[in-house]
C-alpha cells in the first residue's frame, strides 16, 4: 500500500536542518508540556514540535475520526484506540498541513504561532500508558554470546531457541521516559560459588540495547492475530534500555527466569514513530532454519533496516560511542513474536509494549550489551577519559540512538539517555 505521507519527495514549509531525525517522512507522536501548556498530544517536525490539540480547536483536523479529548491526553491510548486507519488519516492530514505546496496552515501566520513550538521549550512526557509489558529474546548472536559465555560453547542455543520466539513479562510500572535518572539496583547476589549469598547493591549493571514495539487493541481473549495481521495491529516503535542487573541475574533466573535484575526500570525514548513511517525501510530478514510452523511463517519483509548507537557518557565526560548495530540482525520479527504472543488467545490491548530482546550483530562491534562487548568482564572498553568499563559504572550516563536512512529521506527517533546514579 502506498501512504501519502511516505513521499519522499516531499519537503516541508518548516525547516528541517539536514541531518534531522524528525524530516516531514517521520511525524511520529507523544506527549509533550510546557510552562504554559499542561500534557497533550503533539508531533515532531525538526526542531519543532506541533501541537495537535491546538491544531484540532484551529479546525485543521475536521472529518477525521477524532475528539479535542483524544489529543487533550496524557497518552497516546486514546489515538491508538482508533486503530491502524485512524492513525494513518492522522499522520496523512498533518503530512499534508505541512507540505511546502500546501498553504492551508503555512499562509496563516497566527495560528502557525500558536501550533508550532521550538522543542527547547517543551518536556516530553511518558509517551503510552502501558498496560502489560513483554520482552523478547530474539537476537540469535545475543543469545549466542550468552549461552556460549553461561554454558556449553557447542551447545549455546537452548532446545527450544530455534522454534520458539522467547518471550516473559516484565513490569509495567518500572518503564521510564528517557531523561529520567536512575539508581543503581540491590538484591541478592552470590559473588563466592562456595559460600552463602550477600545482600548489597549490583556489581554489574549492564545495559541493553533493545527497540520496543507499541500495539493497538487486539482481538477478544481467545482469539490469535496471524502474521499476515500483525502489522495492522502494531502502531510504532521506539527505542529502549532494558537495564540489567547482571550479578542478581545470575543468581536468580532459574528456574522462572529474571525478576529483581530486570524489573527495577526500562527505558523508553519519547516520540513513537510509526510503524508506517518505517515501511518504506522493511528488508529481508535472516534465514530461519529449521523451518518455522505454520503460525510462524509470514509472507514478504517483515524486518526493518534500522541503525542503532549505543554511547556512554561518564560523568561530565565526553560521549564514547561503544556500540554499532541494526535492527535488521533479529532473528525472530514483530510479526512473528505478535503472533507467538497471541496464539495461545492472550489478549493484547492499545499501549501494550513488547520489547525486542537485546539487538546484537555479528560482529564484537556490534554486540548490544556491556556483557557481550566486555566479555563477561575479560576485554574491558576502554573509553577516552582514559579510564574502562568492565559494566557500568556510578553517574555514567547511557545513550541510545537509532535511524533509519534510505534514498537521501532519515526517519529517526532522537534517543533515550539516562543517567545511574549510586544506589540509594
Known sequence: MTIAANNPHLKSWVDVPAGSDFPIQNLPFGIFKTPQLKERVGTRIG??????????????????????SDFDA??????????????RDLRNRISK????????????????????????????????????????????EHATNVGTMFRDPNNALLPNWLWIPVGYHGRASSVIISGENIHRPKGQIKPNPEEPPVYEACRRL????ETAFITYDGKALGDS???????????????????????????????????????????????IVTLDALQPYQCEGPEQDPKVLSYLEYKGQK?????LQVLIQPNNGEENLVCRSNFKYMYWNMAQQLAHHTVNGCNVRAGDLMGSGTISGPTPD????????????????QLSDGSERKFLEDH?????????????VRVGFGEVSTKILPAK
Request: net charge negative.
Open 74 to 87: 496524557v497518552s497516546l491510548n486514546p489515538i491508538m484506540k482508533k486503530g491502524k486507519k485512524g492513525t
Open 206 to 209: 549492564d545495559f541493553e540495547l
Open 47 to 68: 526542531n519543532h514540535v506541533l501541537d495537535l490539540k491546538t491544531l484540532f480547536v484551529l479546525g485543521y483536523l475536521e472529518n477525521l475520526p477524532f475528539e479535542l
Open 366 to 381: 556490534s554486540y548490544g550489551s556491556m556483557l557481550e562487548l566486555a566479555w563477561k568482564g575479560t576485554k574491558p572498553i
Open 396 to 408: 555514567d550516563t547511557v545513550i541510545i540512538r537509532g535511524y533509519a536512512e534510505k534514498e537521501g
Open 225 to 271: 492475530i496471524s502474521t499476515d495481521e500483525a502489522e495492522d495491529y502494531i502502531f510504532g516503535m521506539c527505542l529502549f534500555n532494558d537495564w540489567s542487573a547482571r550479578d542478581i541475574q545470575t543468581w536468580e533466573y532459574v528456574p522462572l527466569g529474571p525478576f529483581l535484575a530486570k524489573n527495577f526500570a526500562s527505558s523508553i525514548s519519547p516520540w
Open 303 to 307: 524486518s526493518y533496516d534500522i541503525n
Open 97 to 140: 498541513l505541512l507540505d511546502a505546496n500546501q498553504e492551508d496552515l503555512q499562509k496563516n501566520e497566527h495560528h502557525v504561532q500558536q501550533v508550532l513550538i521550538p522543542v527547547e521549550q517543551t518536556e516530553m512526557c511518558m509517551p503510552v500508558q502501558i498496560g502489560d509489558y513483554t520482552d523478547f529474546y530474539s537476537s540469535r
